[in-house]
């Protein structure tokens, strides 16, 4: 799959200009650096992605006028009775934003599908949200399962973690370039709503799904060791 397609068609429709296009293009490899980099640092393949022609908005309520941004989602797919990750990269945020806010996304999403992936290996997983949703502090480091510095062995990937995700993402000056660069140039938006954004899976659904067997043991290992710092937290 190119990660691009979707871009690269937005722009023949003339729905992304050229300035745009050219940006993200052009800023596309530290994407995929970012995408290698966490591949090295934990040892395991980061699941499809691609990158996505608008910004994507979150909509905590129907009514509100607050709405988040959603820089990228993790995304479970079944299709043909065929089950697969897809790392949704929104156009934005690889033009506008700093090579350490785009790692360290990526990899908060990366933790994001090995929690996925651990949920449905065993049968946890019935109905979960399927975004990592940036705005919200409701994947706030602390709730999360994997502690990132036993996924990644990379000091310089962890403290950009632990500098853009100390409870839930903000970087203000991103999103003013993306709402000024963006939004107000009236470039394409998709707006979620954060209670529609669901995924369920039957439990025959689930039955289905074939896992790698050398995915589920590395993610099995991460999860006692995270659970062991964790413990050594508390107390």
């Known amino acids: 799959m190119d990660p691009l397609v979707r871009l690269k068609d937005a722009h023949t429709k003339k729905i992304i200009p050229d300035d745009v296009y050219n940006l993200t293009v052009k800023r596309f490899p530290i994407t995929v650096a970012g995408i290698n980099r966490i591949e090295k640092a934990s040892g395991i393949k980061f699941p499809i992605a691609y990158v996505e022609p608008s910004l994507v908005i979150s909509l905590p309520n129907p009514n509100s006028y607050e709405f988040g941004i959603l820089f990228a989602r993790t995304i479970p797919v079944m299709f ?12 934005p945020l690889v033009a506008y934003g700093l090579k350490g806010t785009i790692h360290a996304i990526l990899a908060h999403e990366f933790l994001h599908f090995l929690e996925l992936i651990r949920k449905i290996s065993k049968m946890e997983l019935l109905s979960d949200e399927i975004s990592g949703n940036l705005f919200e502090n409701v994947y706030s480091d602390e709730t999360r399962l994997f502690e990132p510095k036993v996924v990644f062995k990379d000091r310089v990937l962890l403290d950009h973690i632990t500098k853009k995700f100390p409870a839930g993402f903000r970087d203000f000056k991103l999103e003013d370039k993306v709402m000024k660069f963006w939004a107000d140039k009236n470039l394409p938006k998709s707006n979620i709503s954060l209670d529609t954004n669901i995924v369920k899976l039957s439990v025959e659904s689930l039955s289905k799904i074939k896992l790698d067997p050398e995915l589920i043991l590395k993610i099995e290992q991460l999860e006692e060791k995270s659970s062991k710092i964790r413990k050594k937290r508390l107390y």
Not at 81 to 89: A, L, P, R, S
Request: hydrophobic residues 50%; aromatic residues 8%.
């Open 80 to 91: 043909e009775e065929k089950f697969q990750v897809v790392i949704q990269i929104s156009a």
